[in-house]
């Protein structure tokens, strides 16, 4: 869940939906447009770039804000360097020259905006972005061997924060030789928070959390009722349209009764999926790794009387996982997995019980979601302790916690957070997790210690432990946040559930540190719905996933929303 496209990677891309048809006929035949000249060629006695320019501005090649031009608005060249020698020293080289830079006139919705620049004679090619950023092209070759070559890559947007007008400058180079091209191109995207589409599963299923691939896609899991049984199930959203991706729909998991709990996925594609069946009589976590295709692999680890409510990979192709179980004692303890891509059980659901006065079994402890860091193979498991966490308090009282310890081998790297009280407010539960890079997001309620009404709370808290930043709703009803993260830009969205009227509504809500980064988005329909999860993928594209009542019918729910 971090940067998606690293500014020194090269990378081809499909178009983004500013571009239109233009761009493709001017690559297929390498000219510039009617009426547009080629790079200036002049050259300078020292060597160094021209300083030739031209005010030529490039006109939208078609109607609306999607037009694209191959030229771009206030096209400036630099001309190329003086001729050169060859490496064997008396030889002429031809010095590079750049035939045509292809970018969108207006980008209009976050993702790769495309790059495209024809040459001669050159044999690299980058885009400096602002003055800022460089990305390096790909050399894609001398196609129709007209001695020109194409260098592609693109750039990415990341929705409204990137929105205004911006310049690009293409740089070729052979050996100590260079040719620059300067553009300028538009980002008017819509604003944070407005929906771009949203998908309704339809009768009989459920939704609990979202992952996302490396391309974006949206892996959805739950269950699917057949039959009035549920069963785990799985579905592929194209992160553009929210269309299924396979042919059936849904796909399910296990013929047992049951339900996904969590997803998460390998560096190479992988899919660790992480449910709940009943086996008899008998519910039993259930940990499984499939194939992209959602083929099984053969790895997974199964323990009956236990459940598993979270998952994260490791660096290794692993999975690490957090879930609790009722003991012979009667309270409830965290239990923890840790199976390696193999199959090989490194954990299988060893118990963790919070024991302040080293007396096991005075609290019930649960665990609700789990992060783990792929540089350090550190786990950060969070939740709540029910006990007397005050003596002086003659009821029990739940606390959030936060566990933070080794993938391997279960050493607590840090002591045990217990979430404080403030002033009346006693009681407290973490749901959700997300790890920045020098952070931790959590987000779940807060309550006094009648708990009739609960607010939603998000905190970031530094690797260490020490809380940065906070923010809460009004105390209404049974409220809470159950998932949380960010993007790229630092916009926090949590997915919610909070009480209006007699009803509780799932939200998404978006917060740049106190202030409000959009308004808050209501699930849809008048009955009970419910925000489980929230995703961001490649370009800060956000995902959030739930369940919704619509005509009586409860059914999963997901949408995206413009960064």
Known sequence: MRPWLAPTLALTLAPLAGCNEVDALYAAGKAVPPGEPTATTGTTGTGGPGEQTSDTTGASSGEGTGGATSEGPDATSFGPTSIGTDSMGDAPVEPPSIEVLIVPFKVTTAGPMPVSVYAKHALTAKVVLDDKETFYLENEGDADLDGVDLFSGAIPIYGSPDNGLHSLVATVQRGELTDELGRKFEVSTPPAGALAWEKFGGAGTKDSRLAVTSDGSVVEGGALTINGVAHPAIRLRDPITGNDLW?????????????????????NGDVWVAMNVKDGNVWTARLALFTPDMAPTGAQLEKPG????????????????AGFFTTLYGDTDMLVWHVAADGTPILSGLPWDYTPDEKPHQFTDLAFDVVVSKLTDEAWIVGGARGKHNLNEPASETRAVIVHVDIDTFEHLSPVFIRPPKGNIQQSLFLGAWIETEGLLVTGYQCDMMCLGQSVIAERYSLAGVPQWGFETPPNGASAGNAIAST????????????????????????????????PVAFPGSGTSSATSFVVGPYDWLFGGGNVTMGGVPQGYVLRLHP
């Open 488 to 519: 790229t830009h630092g916009t926090i969205v949590i997915a919610a559930m909070m009480k209006e009227g007699d009803t509780t509504h799932g939200f998404l809500l978006g917060r740049a540190g106190a202030e409000q980064a959009f308004a």
């Open 306 to 321: 236990a459940t598993i409510q979270a998952i994260d990979t490791t660096d290794a192709g692993g999975c690490f996982g």
């Open 247 to 267: 042919p059936e729909g849904t796909r399910v998991l296990d013929a047992r009764e049951g339900s996904i709990a969590d997803i998460a996925l390998t560096q």
